[in-house]
Structure formats: C-alpha cells, structure tokens
C-alpha cells in the first residue's frame, strides 16, 4: 500500500519552491485551466442551466413533450446553480475583503 502523502515531502525544503505557487503572471505550468477560465465557464454553465429551465416552462406551458416532473427538476437545478454562484460571488468578495484589511 502507498503512502499517500509521501508526495509532499520537500515541498518546504529550503531552496525548493512549494508546488503550485507561481510568479505573477506567468502560464499555468500543468497545462490546466485558469482561476478565471474556470469561474467564466461556471458562470456560463448556471446561464445555459437558466435557459434550459425557462425552454422547459415555456414547453410545459405549451403542453410540449415534457412531464411535470421534469420541468420541476429543470426549475430546481437552475436554483441551485444559481444558489451556487451567489455563494462563490460571496466567497470571492470575502477574500478580496480580505486581502484589503492585510497591512504590508
């Protein structure tokens, strides 16, 4: 059995800086998406999951190909990704409040 954190190791050894921690603007070295490439694409996930909601209303509505039940469960995810990015906004703006009362 591995031991799973035994790829921390040296992270604070002197000399060798701690993974993950970069320059100011230099390129994310894991190839990965950035900080605001991830909060763009989710603000834009919760706004299709917001018009996929009101196309099933206006379908249910209608009296389209749609049950009750999946309108509802149309209607309550939009509220939680909505739900979701109030509380991402809050926790941003609560770093950033943060980072402001820092002294230098």
Known sequence: MTNSISHIGNAFVPGIPPTGIQEAGTANPSGGPSFKELMLDSLHNANQIQLDSQQAIEKGLLGGDITQAEV???????????KMMVQMRNKL???YNEVQRMQL
């Open 72 to 82: 509802f469960t149309s209607v309550k995810k939009a509220d939680l990704a909505l």
């Open 93 to 95: 703006l609560e770093a």
